[in-house]
């Protein structure tokens, strides 16, 4: 079974700018949630969906945003990128109970100069 | 106020002896409790988790976890490490009173030498 495909895996971009982030899930996995991790912050919860639906979100400003498909792969994007925004972007799927594990792709790592 | 916590930000141990990698949660009712290890230049992957039942879950490579209701504590533990299991650990909660939020710990590394 493949695994969490994330796309691309490296972008770099301009203060400003704007960003959309790919995340294919493990086929069967309903949920996708999305996380920065950064050296300074660590691990931080963006946001998770569930059958196209946001179903919970982490504290960050609005512009961070995340939409997920009827096929379950689900996007991301980020809006007036700031140079904090800078960190490595990981998407985790599974199959969408609370006490399921979540499976991570590989990450997207943004560059803001 | 933070819902994991790593209190360790390294651990070193030798290779062939015991290691533990401290985690604590602070969320109400019953938690999901998962360890996740990192690799350099890999993701995240899943070693274990604590739902319900025995207190002592076993995970991949040898590794397994301790839930202590008492101490709201989930220390992860191998009895005899290997200079592979070198790498990044994340304890991670799902706080079922808050939306199911997940949050992660700040990590911990862990350094195994020969």
């Known amino acids: 079974k493949a695994g969490v495909t994330q796309t691309p895996r490296y972008l770099i971009k301009t203060r400003g700018q704007q960003v959309t982030l790919s995340c294919s899930p493990i086929?069967?996995?309903?949920?996708v949630s999305w996380y920065q991790q950064t050296p300074g912050q660590g691990l931080q919860f963006l946001f998770e969906?569930?059958?196209?639906?946001?179903?919970n979100k982490g504290n960050f400003p609005g512009r961070f945003s995340g939409r997920q498909f009827s096929n379950s792969r689900s996007e991301m994007n980020v809006s007036t990128l700031e140079l904090g925004d800078s960190a490595l972007y990981l998407c985790?799927?599974?199959?969408?109970?609370?006490?399921?594990?979540?499976?991570f792709g590989p990450g997207t790592r943004l560059t803001v100069l | 106020a933070q819902s994991v916590a790593q209190p360790e930000d390294q651990v070193n141990v030798a290779e062939g002896n015991p290691l533990t990698v401290k985690c604590t949660y602070s969320?109400?009712?019953?938690?999901?409790l998962f360890w996740y290890v990192q690799y350099p230049n890999r993701g995240l992957q899943f070693l274990l988790k604590y739902i319900t039942g025995d207190n002592l879950v076993k995970g991949s490579y040898g590794f397994e976890a301790e839930f202590n209701k008492s101490q709201t504590s989930f220390h992860l533990k191998k009895p005899s490490a290997l200079v592979s299991d070198s790498a990044l650990y994340f304890c991670?909660?799902?706080?079922?009173?808050?939306?199911?939020?997940?949050?992660f710990g700040s990590g911990t590394k862990l350094n195994v030498k020969p």
């Open positions: 969906y569930f059958s196209e639906t946001q179903r």
């Open positions: 991670a909660v799902r706080d079922m009173k808050n939306f199911n939020k997940f949050y």
């Open positions: 086929s069967g996995h309903r949920s």
């Open positions: 969320v109400s009712g019953n938690p999901y």
């Open positions: 985790a799927s599974s199959l969408g109970f609370s006490y399921n594990e979540q499976f």
